[in-house]
């Protein structure tokens, strides 16, 4: 009899939101699928009810990606969690549309996630000069998040 492995076959689930990001989307795919990753992970991209013609182009450039058009524009959260009902993985990252991946940082987080496995991890965000957007958002019980750094 065989051990069951130790974790699922997708490891990290990545949800993306859309709502007319078609252009942000045509920068932030690339980034996002030359990761080099010991884990395989899925890309779930919920086109909020757009008019921006982004599913056509996921079909054409990324059939990879799943594609979940929703009826209604249910906002960033119900986006999210339209997205989280399907995925597959053991973790999972919501990322917004217009983020710009830097090369290892799938890795990084993933060691973080394993070295800490019940907590919520926020990586550092850039502005694109290169300032800090957001540095290790701290959550007060109430979920108001205030930015550090």
Not at 87 to 100: I, M, R, S
């Amino acid at each position: 009899m065989e051990n069951a492995p130790s974790e699922p076959a997708i490891v990290l689930s990545i949800i993306i939101v859309s709502y007319n990001s078609r252009v942000d989307l045509a920068r932030c795919l690339p980034t996002l699928f030359s990761q080099q990753t010991q884990d395989s992970f899925e890309v779930i991209v919920v086109d909020n009810h757009g008019t921006d013609g982004v599913a056509t182009e996921l079909l054409t450039q990324y059939p990879q990606v799943r594609l979940i058009q929703n009826l209604a524009n249910t906002g960033y959260a119900g986006g999210n969690n339209l997205g989280l009902a399907q995925a597959k993985g053991h973790w999972v990252l919501f990322l917004n549309p217009d983020t710009e991946l830097w090369p290892g940082c799938l890795e990084r987080l993933m060691t973080t996630a394993r070295q800490y496995p019940s907590a919520l991890i926020t990586p550092k965000l850039l502005n694109p000069d290169g300032t800090i957007n957001a540095c290790g958002n701290q959550m007060q019980y109430t979920g108001i998040t205030t930015c550090r750094g």
